[in-house]
């Protein structure tokens, strides 16, 4: 079980899982919520594709156990669900 302090937080992970995630497997299919619930999420995977190079995303990258290398979404297929 995961357990974090708050919605924020859950975003903040599940971004760093995703991105793992795409880095193993670059040509994946991915099936993402829609509405309120993946906000953070979403936040924190632009925040951390956007800072990527930056020392602070870097020490989280290591820290999540994620390559140093930044993973690529270009290839993957989206699927769009409804809540």
Do not use: H, M
Not at 50 to 62: C, F
Request: glycine share 8%; hydrophobic share 45%; aromatic share 12%.
């Amino acid at each position: 079980a995961v357990v974090v302090e708050n919605f924020p937080a859950l975003g903040k992970a599940a971004a760093f899982r995703f991105l793992e995630w795409a880095q193993q497997n670059p040509r994946g299919v991915c099936s993402l919520p829609t509405g309120k619930t993946p906000e953070y999420f979403i936040k924190w995977v632009q925040r951390i594709l956007g800072e990527w190079d930056a020392p602070e995303i870097q020490a989280e990258v290591r820290r999540f156990g994620l390559q140093p290398v930044r993973p690529g979404l270009g290839d993957l297929t989206f699927v769009q669900i409804d809540e």
